[in-house]
């Protein structure tokens, strides 16, 4: 987390777990990536507006420079933080080739 005077929300891009493959010319595979947003509690509506918006900017994805890309699953939830924080997280599996 940042330090208390840096101000919520804040997003943080977490755990990056990448299973490749490669045939004779193609490297292909999956990534499982978890995304981190914070904000003050009274926010709520605040938060959950952001993690739509980042959902629906995940979902959108089709390529990069290099690959084509699928979403292939999306979870998330909201906790409370024992430091009076929300704490949404985005987990979203996405397989490229």
Not at 3 to 32: C, H, M, W
Not at 36 to 43: F, I
Not at 47 to 56: A, I, S
Not at 59 to 75: C, G, P
């Amino acid at each position: 987390l940042p330090a208390e005077d840096f101000g919520y929300p804040f997003v943080f891009i977490g755990e990056n777990f990448l299973q490749t493959e490669r045939n004779k010319s193609v490297l292909y595979g999956r990534v499982q990536q978890t995304v981190h947003v914070y904000h003050d509690r009274k926010k709520r509506r605040e938060l959950t507006g952001m993690m739509l918006n980042l959902e629906m900017e995940i979902r959108q994805l089709r390529q990069t420079d290099n690959f084509y890309i699928t979403v292939k699953d999306f979870n998330s939830q909201t906790l409370i933080e024992d430091n009076g924080l929300l704490h949404g997280i985005l987990e979203f599996d996405i397989q490229f080739h």
